[in-house]
């Protein structure tokens, strides 16, 4: 049974940071990425916000968060990490870990599908900022 379960949403005053986690099992981890989305509001897309390959350990991260945001994987333990800084009250959001089977790369960084082309979603967790 595939499951992807994401933690570590909270509250958090501005300029504070969290860390998401996104646990998978049940398919071949190290052949997959994983994608960090968020939705702001539920009649908002969800926009990706940084991927990894699982493969190889590209990545690809949005403008809006380069900087603030790291992504990482422990393929030992299935589970991928999302470091928050200098979160701002634009962060607030849910956020959702999905995965796809390896998309393509463009050199050094891995190119996510969008989220249509996800195989599996977690369920999300919220993150709140308060200015």
């Known amino acids: 049974e595939v499951e992807v379960v994401e933690s570590g949403g909270g509250l958090v005053q501005a300029g504070g940071s969290l860390r998401l986690s996104c646990a998978a099992s049940?398919?071949?981890?190290?052949?997959?990425?994983v994608t960090w989305f968020r939705q702001a509001a539920p009649e908002k897309e969800r926009v990706i916000i940084s991927s990894i390959s699982c493969e190889d350990g590209r990545t690809y991260v949005a403008n809006s968060v380069k900087g603030r945001f790291t992504i990482s994987t422990d393929n030992a333990k299935k589970t991928v990490y999302l470091q928050m800084n200098s979160l701002r009250p634009e962060d607030t959001a849910v956020y959702y870990c999905?995965?796809?089977?390896?998309?393509?790369?463009?050199?050094?960084?891995?190119?996510?599908?969008?989220?249509?082309?996800?195989?599996?979603w977690g369920q999300g967790t919220q993150v709140t900022v308060s200015s």
């Open positions: 999905a995965a796809e089977d390896v998309a393509s790369y463009d050199g050094n960084y891995y190119l996510p599908r969008n989220w249509y082309g996800m195989n599996y």
């Open positions: 049940g398919f071949a981890f190290d052949d997959y990425a």
